[in-house]
Structures are given as structure tokens and as C-alpha cells.
């Protein structure tokens, strides 16, 4: 396959991947999600491994920022080495739940296979936390121990890592733009 036709298909993929009603209600349900959370006083949170943490800095940083809903994420170096060491590194998510959340926070946890341990005992953990809502961002197979457990899960019908990364980041970054109620505005 030549490079040019492999693009075209690359962004074809894409498109057809996002073309997805489910999508579309579940952010309008998500968007009403965050703004109550921050109405109550209380922030969201985002997990991610890998280039998932890459994804929810991005977001959370944009959602704080341009949005003006509070969201916080938690890949220090220091403290997930600190939390992987004392507690193992299926744990720190978990921990990092129990130190930092709130009752009546709001959760958001990315992971591109749906299996990483410590994003399914972080989702556990914030049941019993009383986390107000879980919103996972999975992919690969649908029933995925980590959409299991969320109130709402963009699961995305791909095992192309990239493809599921990038839809992602689109729906999250969507969420941003979705809550200010448009596409262009200067920084703040």
C-alpha cells in the first residue's frame, strides 16, 4: 500500500470511528455532569497511563483553564513513584483517589485497553469513596473490566491504539469546546 493510500484510510478510519450517535448524547450527559460537579464545589479528576496521561493533562489543563471547570490530574512524577513504591503500581491511582478526592467529585479514566489495574481499582476505590460519577475512555474489546465500572464509557471499537488515543482526545477536547459553546475564543 503506498504511503498516500494508506493516509487516506488512516483519516478514514478516524472519521467512521467518531461518527457515533452514542457519542454525541453521552458528552451532552457528561457536559451536564461537569458543570454540576463544579456548581457543587467540587472538582473532576483524570487518570491516565502512557499517552492517556498525556490525553488527560491536556484536558484537565483546558478544562481548569478555557472552560472554568475545575479538573485536576495526577502525573507528577513524584507521586506516582512515591504511591507506586509504598503501594504498588496497581494501587496508586487508588490511592491518589483517597488522599486527593472528595466526596461528590467527579471521576474520568482513560485507558486505551480497558484493563490496566490500577485504573479498575482506582474505579472500586471511588465507588466506595462516594465519587459522584465514573466516565471511562476505553477501547479494544466492549467489555473491558474498566467500562464495567463507569456510569458513562466512551468505548471506542478499535484495537488500534493510536485510533482509540486520538478519538479520545477528540471527545475530551470536544467536552471543552461543548461547555464554552464554541469552537474559537482567544486564551484567557
Known sequence: MSDLKFLKKYFSDLKDLLNNEKYFEDLVKVKEILQKTQSEGKKTMIFGNGGSAAIASHFSVDLTKNARVRCTNYNESDL????????????????????????????????????????????KYARKKKIKKIITFTGNDKNNNLAELGDINFWVNSKAYN??????????????DLIIGKTEYPPN
Open 80 to 123: 506516582l513513584t512515591c504511591f507506586s513504591n509504598d503501594y504498588g503500581y496497581e494501587r496508586w491511582v487508588e490511592k491518589a483517589i483517597e488522599f486527593y478526592g472528595d466526596e461528590g467529585d467527579s471521576l474520568i479514566l482513560i485507558s486505551a485497553g480497558g484493563n490496566s489495574p490500577n485504573m479498575t481499582n482506582g474505579a
Open 163 to 176: 485510533h482509540i488515543e486520538n478519538v479520545h482526545q477528540i471527545l475530551l477536547l470536544s467536552l471543552v
